[in-house]
């Protein structure tokens, strides 16, 4: 009787044991498991915070007010009212357009060829000079050729401001590599010469509330620069310019034009980019000096290069119009 009360109270608490043990383990890889899925969200956190797979992750920072934060805002400043800066004796250097005009949202919008990155990915190899270029070489091009200026001294506050901007902004992008987002949108390229008469439809239904009948967009105000910049004519980007070629117009347009237009909502189709973009490159522009030295290695030309020489055989009228199925 004795011996039988324990072999009972035995089996109790082994059963007790066992019961703690399975709810023990259980618990354990319960909690085990919650902790892997919270460190995992962090890490995830750390990496959004900190590298940017895509320009339109970016957001904005406030500048700080060390010399660098001071400077970078100046940098901004130029970026956005570049009209206000470069006059030699009170004449203008160039046109009256802004470099956000064509870099929107100060250089930070996916697909408007934003400025977010360009830091790690200069020095780079440039067609149109045939050698690695570094930033400030670049940006002096724009300055030539969309800005029908001059290149501006590349160890003077304001290329310094500029460049100290685009630092800032591209704090999160990894180094050496492209981020997605830079450049343009990638469209068909339509198997056909641009149709200027298509173009003339496209601009009249979609572009002249802002840029005006005759593309030559409206002035700020009692201001210096443009609220709508205009699109050909003499205070326009020249012949030289990305601009200029109807491929590069047409990427720009489809991801950014009509205003409001983005790469993930475009409001233009391939076709209508493709033909609005030579119908505004069809109009007199300012003429670059020099373009013959462009591309010293004419095997890196562009299809889409408006001016002679090329070493194919192709007329200039269908490097500048299409079809570039060649
Ligand atoms: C009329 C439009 C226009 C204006 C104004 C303009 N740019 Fe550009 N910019 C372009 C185009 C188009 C490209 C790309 C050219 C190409 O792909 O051939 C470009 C490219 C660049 C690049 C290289 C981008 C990259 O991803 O490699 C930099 C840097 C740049 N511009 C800076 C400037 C600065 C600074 C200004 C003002 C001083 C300016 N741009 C004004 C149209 C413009
Ligand atoms: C709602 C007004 C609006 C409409 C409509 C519009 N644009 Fe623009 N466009 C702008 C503004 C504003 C800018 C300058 C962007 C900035 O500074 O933020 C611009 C810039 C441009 C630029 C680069 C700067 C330059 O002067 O070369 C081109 C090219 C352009 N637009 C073409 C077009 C075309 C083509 C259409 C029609 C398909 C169009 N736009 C429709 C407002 C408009």
């Given amino acids: 009787m004795e011996y039988k009360k324990l072999t009972y109270y ?42 940017l797979t895509h320009i339109d992750q970016y957001t904005e920072e406030p500048y700080d007010d060390s010399a660098e934060g001071i400077l970078a805002a100046y940098g901004e400043d130029i970026i956005k009212n570049t009209y206000n ?24 919008k996916a697909f408007a060829a934003p400025y977010i990155g360009l830091t790690s990915v200069f020095p ?15 940006i002096n091009g724009c300055f030539e050729r ?15 401001a500029i460049i100290t901007y685009i630092k800032k902004i591209s704090k999160n992008t990894l180094g050496g590599e492209r981020t997605e987002g830079q450049g343009f949108v990638k469209i068909d390229i339509p198997e056909r010469k641009a ?17 005006g009948k005759d593309g030559q ?25 990305g ?17 409001g237009a983005t790469h993930d909502s475009p409001i233009l189709t391939d076709e209508e980019a493709f033909d609005v973009a030579a119908y505004i490159n069809s109009f007199d522009r300012p003429q670059k000096a020099n373009k013959d030295m462009d591309y010293p290695n004419l095997s890196k030309k562009p299809k889409d290069c408006s001016y002679p020489p090329y070493t194919d055989t192709i007329s200039q009228e269908q490097h500048k119009y299409g079809p570039f199925n060649f």
Wanted: glycine share 10%; net charge neutral.
């Fill in 85 to 108: 800066y470069f006059y030699r004796d009170g004449q203008k250097i160039g046109n009256h357009l802004a470099c956000s005009n064509c870099h929107l949202q100060s250089g930070t």
């Fill in 195 to 211: 149709d200027l008469n298509n173009g003339l439809i496209v601009f009249e239904k979609q572009c002249v509330n802002c840029h």
């Fill in 10 to 51: 035995c089996k109790i608490l082994g059963l007790l044991i066992v019961t703690l043990l399975i709810i023990s383990t259980t618990l354990s890889v319960a909690l085990v498991h919650k902790d892997n899925t919270t460190s995992n969200q962090n890490n995830n956190e750390n990496f959004n915070s900190t590298i």
């Fill in 124 to 138: 780079i190899y440039i067609g149109r000079e045939d050698k690695i270029e570094s930033l400030e070489e670049r």
């Fill in 217 to 241: 967009g409206e002035k700020i105000a009692g201001g210096k620069g443009y609220t709508y910049p205009p699109l050909w004519g003499p205070d326009s980007y020249n012949d030289g310019a």
């Fill in 146 to 160: 969309s800005m029908n200026g001059e290149a501006i001294p590349e160890n003077g506050k304001e290329m310094r």
């Fill in 243 to 259: 601009m200029g070629r109807v491929l590069t117009a047409a990427r720009f347009i489809k991801g950014n034009m009509p205003l």
